[in-house]
């Protein structure tokens, strides 16, 4: 079962306007939770995380949001930019553990 | 600061064969970890390694291992390949002491199984 779901395969979105990229998960005992950006022919990006007790962190012009009572995350980008067309990975690490449980991405698509 | 380099970037094996991926963290990283990457499954964990001893496992079959060596380099192998064995295998490395999750990844092996 997955624990990490990104239920959006892919999504497209104008230049200057917001991307909203979701996450669900299934698992209480996640501590921290990350979104990575992953470029063709690269590796996964570290963006941005959030600790599981806080509900918002913002970077530029990236915030997470994160609601615990409903297991969810959000991703938002403001403004999108052409240059930020790439697969988003949602993933969560187990507080018990080092691993990265990852969900199977969105590709965002932004045009200009 | 160099990145985390994988070698070899691309290459073809044929079914029962075996592979040997080399990752170099960056320079003061002590944890690697290696990540499987596929069109269906996304990316799953297979190990970590840190001071030369594996942390933690992914549930992989036992014909994927791994180790660290002395100066923080991993290497991983896997025996008898399979055709779902094609992937791309994706090392990262961490120094990350407060256990955040953040992790430097490196472009990959990509493994074509014939």
């Known amino acids: 079962d997955q624990q990490v779901k990104q239920n959006s395969p892919s999504l497209s979105v104008q230049e200057g306007r917001i991307s909203i990229l979701n996450c669900d998960y299934t698992?209480?005992?996640?501590?921290?939770f990350l979104w990575y950006k992953k470029y063709p022919a690269e590796g996964p990006t570290f963006l941005i995380s959030i600790s599981s007790i806080k509900d918002k962190n913002e970077d530029g012009r990236f915030t997470v949001f994160l609601n615990k009572s409903a297991k969810h995350l959000s991703l938002h980008i403001v403004p999108s930019q052409p240059g930020d067309s790439a697969v988003y990975f949602c993933a969560a690490k187990n507080q018990a553990g080092t691993a990265l449980i990852f969900g199977k991405g969105t590709t965002l698509s932004v045009s200009s | 600061k160099a990145g985390v380099t994988q070698t070899p970037r691309y290459l073809i094996k044929t079914r029962g064969q075996q592979v040997t991926l080399s990752c170099s963290p960056i320079s003061g990283h002590r944890s690697v970890s290696w990540y499987q990457q596929t069109p269906g499954q996304g990316l799953q964990f297979l190990f970590e390694y840190f001071s030369e001893t594996q942390r933690n496992k992914g549930n992989f079959p036992g014909r994927f291992s791994g180790r660290q060596f002395s100066n923080s380099r991993s290497e991983m192998n896997v025996s008898t390949l399979e055709l779902g064995d094609s992937a791309l295998y994706l090392c990262a490395s961490s120094a990350d002491s407060a256990n955040t999750g953040e992790l430097f990844f490196g472009e990959g092996s990509r493994l074509t199984v014939l």
């Open positions: 698992n209480s005992m996640f501590d921290y």
